[in-house]
């Protein structure tokens, strides 16, 4: 696979701290298509203050999920852009049922329809991650204020203390990675986002890695899913 070819959608799912912006960003370097992360374009909304960013921020301070006609109106204007064309991974969408059934009509409708390389059927991957793995990771991560890099107190620290080793900003700390709200978000994962997991399990689309390992392992895993699909053109 090069970065020349049409991969299409690639979903990454996984609870809170699986590690799916870790690996997103890996992915998006290896293969040249975007990472759309649904809770980083929300940060940004909240961080500017937007109507919608309004509409989120108590919501994601409580670890709850934002409704699903909100983010799904979100995600539809972010596929259409022209960076899509060639593909694009999705960290933390879709997260409820009703957020798969939309993407699934979504890509129907109108995703890929002039693309000369075909429609592709999404490469759907979770990482499955020990609970008490996840609150250990997310305790620990720190992530750059700038750019989104993402750290880890005990199993990927900076260089310097508190300074991105790329871009040299300041780390910071979610505020939804209090333990408190680390619980909360991982229950809605149980209630919510599951079910999703399920569903393309029944599609027979579903890939599972295991995301317990050194992030760099994980990494070839999913690659090694990626380079391994199926030849899936609708
Ligand atoms: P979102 O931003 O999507 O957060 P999340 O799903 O809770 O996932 P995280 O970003 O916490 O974890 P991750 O899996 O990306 O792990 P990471 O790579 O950072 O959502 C936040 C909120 O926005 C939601 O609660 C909700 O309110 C709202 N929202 C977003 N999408 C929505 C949607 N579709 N519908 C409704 N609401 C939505 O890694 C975690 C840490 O572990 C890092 O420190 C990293 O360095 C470390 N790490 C990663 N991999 C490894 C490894 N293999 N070994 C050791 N450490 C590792």
Known sequence: MDASQNLGPVILLGPPGAGKGTQAKRISEQYGIPQISTGDILRDNV??????????????????????????????CRLRDADCARG??????????????????????????????????????????????LVKR?????????????????????????????????????????EEVIRKRLLEYDLQTKPVAEYYEHKGR????????DIGEVTGQIFWVVEHRDGNCL
């Open 138 to 178: 997310l305790t620990g991560r720190r992530t750059c204020l700038a750019n989104g890099h993402i750290y880890n107190v005990y199993f990927q620290p900076p260089r310097v203390e508190g300074i991105c080793d790329v871009d040299g900003s300041p780390l910071i700390i979610r505020n939804d990675d209090r």
């Open 206 to 213: 579903l890939a599972s890695v295991n995301g317990d390992l």
């Open 88 to 133: 694009f991974i999705l960290d933390g969408f879709p997260r409820t049922a009703t957020q798969a059934g939309w993407l699934d009509a979504f890509f129907e409708s109108e995703l890929f329809d002039n693309s000369s390389a075909g429609k592709r059927l999404p490469i759907v991957i979770r990482i499955d991650v020990d609970y008490n793995q």
């Open 47 to 76: 961080q500017r203050g937007t109507e919608l960013g309004v509409q989120a921020k108590a919501i994601m301070g409580r670890g709850e999920l934002v409704p699903d006609v909100l983010v799904c109106d979100m995600v539809a």
